[in-house]
DNA sequence: GTCTATACGGTGATAGAC
DNA sequence: GTCTATCACCGTATAGAC
């Protein structure tokens, strides 16, 4: 993998790092991870690891900014976007939260570990920082009802419940796995039907009939 | 706390500990958990904590053993009584396990450190051991459908909807408590308000018209 | 049963050669 | 930039007095 221009793209230490921090991380969390394992997944050595980033800490906070900017913004931009009409956010941002963490596995075990642990506030500063104001999509609620093309919801439960049904899964990929589907390839199909399935029950649920 | 007729309550330390490691390790998960501070927790010595319980281990697992059996049954069972109607099972379902988990508050955060750092053999074990078979939940639903009393819904994609909607709130409260609410009490009372939203939310769902 | 003192291993981090 | 060797510390666990 070192055969190509070395001018164009070299292995490119720190992005090998990178990877395997997410992937260290986001599978054990900040305490559990060790530097020793993500040195090895890296293929690297350990010394290495505190070369590139002075600490473990500083590590983790690279690694989890990067995933929280890279997902976060783009799921978010659909729900404030003033030019995607209500019924088409819906079923627009399920299916892009969904997919953005297939695509990036490592997502929910980091929001989990940094959740649960406490540590809120770099959430809330990369949060803050991103410029979203989800009043907006408060207010495309409350026009709908007034419209009378929605059912009288509360705006808060509805996004809750959305991104619910949306992360849960993720979550509890073990558990779900183990009980509910026969194989990997079951869940993974499960994933792709509720592409489809959440935005039509939460459409289901809400619409004036 | 320690002049009660030693006959009937001893302040027993074992609760003590267990109290406080509920408390520690579901703030901490089992990585990020110090026996120094379960023991600080518990007011008593780090020294005793191996004394009750071997090991660090020992004492997380009799811990989330007794959290698990705590909440899941009863929640479980619920849902394969034969003897509750399809609609009440999905408003006291979803009202229990709110309630279940807002009296102890640690169990998300034992469950999510469970589920992310790739420990499912015990849950599947627990699971196994309380003898709960989803099955009959489906078979209701399955029925349901037939009577044409509810629209065609795929059983798995409803009761992961379900739970999701009932336990995600929790894992993220951190994060919604400070962008979708002032204060702590805010956060109660959309709490409770759940456990009438999210039955109305699933059933209007899933109702014929 | 409860404490203090201590042994022991693991882990993050640094020094220094190449 | 990358490695090997090593340090210093922290945290689990045990020994032993009371």
Redesign the interface.
């Known amino acids: 993998m070192d055969n190509k221009k070395s001018e164009e793209k070299k292995p490119d230490t720190e992005a090998l790092i990178f990877e395997a921090a997410k992937k260290v991380f986001g599978?054990?969390?900040?305490?559990?991870a060790r530097m020793q394992e993500i040195a090895d997944e890296a293929g690297i050595n350990k010394a290495l690891l505190h070369y590139y980033f002075r600490t473990k800490e500083k590590l983790f906070e690279a690694v989890f900014t990067a995933i929280f900017q890279s997902f976060f913004p783009k799921a978010m931009s659909i729900m404030v976007n003033p030019e995607i009409s209500f019924r088409d956010k819906i079923e627009k941002f399920t299916t892009v939260y969904i997919s953005l963490i297939q695509e990036n596995p490592y997502i929910?075990?980091f929001m989990?570990?940094q959740?649960?642990?406490?540590g809120?506030e770099k959430?809330?500063n990369l949060?803050r920082e991103s410029g979203i104001k989800?009043d907006f999509f408060f207010q495309q609620v409350e026009k709908e009802i007034q419209k009378k093309t929605i059912?009288s919801?509360?705006p808060?439960?509805l996004i809750?419940?959305m991104?619910?049904?949306c992360?849960?899964?993720f979550?509890?990929?073990?558990?779900?796995s183990?009980?509910?589907f026969q194989d990997a390839e079951a869940y993974d199909q499960?994933l792709e039907?509720?592409k489809k399935?959440?935005p039509r029950?939460?459409i289901?649920?809400?619409q004036k009939?």
């Open positions: 599978m054990k969390g900040m305490a559990g929910p075990g989990l570990h959740l649960s642990t406490g809120t959430i809330v949060f989800p059912s919801v509360n808060m439960h809750v419940n991104i619910s049904m992360i849960f899964p979550i509890g990929k073990p558990f779900l183990t009980f509910l499960f039907e509720r399935e959440v029950f939460i289901n649920s809400i009939t």
